[in-house]
């Protein structure tokens, strides 16, 4: 009779475990199926806030090589009373530089290889470094593949 009962409560668990398991796993592919990572070519754009004031800064639409480099930067993130408080941020650094010739085209379609993880990109431009509150993807279009702002892109679904 305890054999019976161990039995019966063993076969239980294996059963309701094998039911969240497959249940999880089925969440995960539609959640990765509903997100795109086709899209279309677009012009790249940040938007900078200089004190109250908000201005929309057109970036260049090119591919880079980037090499996983980042760096933790401080950035101003408002306060009260007129005092910055200042966080610090994992930055990818892009350089100007290491822009490819490969041609990247406004309107043709693109598919998201690779995202970065950091929200925020050091540009070496130029001039002086600039702080941009962009991500970079890696994308593949026409052949070509590298990184580029993740404003470069429209995804499907996305207006």
């Keep these: 009779m ?4 161990s039995i019966s409560i063993i ?7 094998m039911v969240a398991c497959s249940s999880t796993t089925d969440n995960q592919q539609n959640l990765n ?17 200089l004190g109250e004031t908000r201005k929309e800064k057109t970036l260049p639409l090119k591919f880079y090589e980037w090499d996983g480099t980042q760096q933790l930067v401080s ?3 408002g306060g009260t009373e007129g005092q910055a408080l200042k966080n610090k941020e994992n930055m990818c650094v892009l350089q100007h530089d290491n822009s490819t010739e490969a041609p990247i085209v406004e309107g043709d379609s693109a598919k998201v290889i690779e995202k970065a993880e950091c929200e925020w990109v050091l540009y070496k431009g130029d001039g002086a470094m600039k702080k941009y509150n962009i991500g970079i993807y890696k994308i593949e279009t026409n052949g070509n593949s590298g990184w580029t702002w993740s404003s470069s892109i429209k995804l499907e679904g996305e207006e």
């Design 2 to 5: 305890y054999n019976i009962f």
């Design 33 to 49: 199926s509903s997100n795109s990572n086709n899209g279309i070519i677009s012009k790249p754009t940040v938007m900078l806030s």
């Design 11 to 17: 076969t239980s668990l294996f059963y309701v475990l």
């Design 75 to 77: 950035i101003p993130s």
